[in-house]
């Protein structure tokens, strides 16, 4: 099992990003994806999460509006896009997977512990 982060970088602020991940080893539509972020001294904190079982998406308020989580089920890949960046979305961005078959919203299974996680992604914002 694997999940593959890309796409982190340097970047100014107002500016964008593409992350991927990038799922491999198991049954991609069978999972539900999430993006999570730790920024230094923080604790991590889920972001955004794709439901394949309804096919819907949460956002916590601060993320909601600028970034985008996608699914692409034909190369088992989750993307997030990040627009207007802010300084304080400077973090190290991962992607988890969680057993996501029950027929629950994206909301759900943000909230639960995941199964997989990916190595994570650096994203710096510069003022």
């Known amino acids: 099992v694997q999940l593959v982060e890309s796409g982190g970088g340097l970047v100014q602020a107002g500016g964008s990003l593409r992350l991927s991940c990038a799922a491999s080893?198991?049954?991609?539509?069978?999972?539900?994806f999430g993006w999570f972020r730790q920024a230094p001294g923080k604790e991590r904190e889920a972001l955004s999460c794709?439901?394949?079982?309804?096919?819907?998406?949460y956002y916590i308020p601060s993320v909601r509006g600028r970034f985008t989580i996608s699914s692409d089920g034909a190369r088992n890949t989750v993307h997030l896009q990040m627009d207007s960046l802010k300084p304080e979305d400077t973090a190290v961005y991962y992607c988890?997977?969680?057993?996501?078959?029950?027929?629950?919203?994206?909301?759900?299974?943000?909230?639960?512990?995941?199964?997989?996680w990916g190595k994570g992604t650096l994203v710096t914002v510069s003022s």
């Open positions: 988890a997977a969680v057993w996501g078959i029950l027929p629950k919203d994206a909301g759900y299974y943000c909230a639960t512990p995941m199964n997989y």
């Open positions: 080893g198991f049954q991609f539509g069978d999972y539900a």
């Open positions: 794709i439901s394949h079982s309804d096919g819907s998406t």
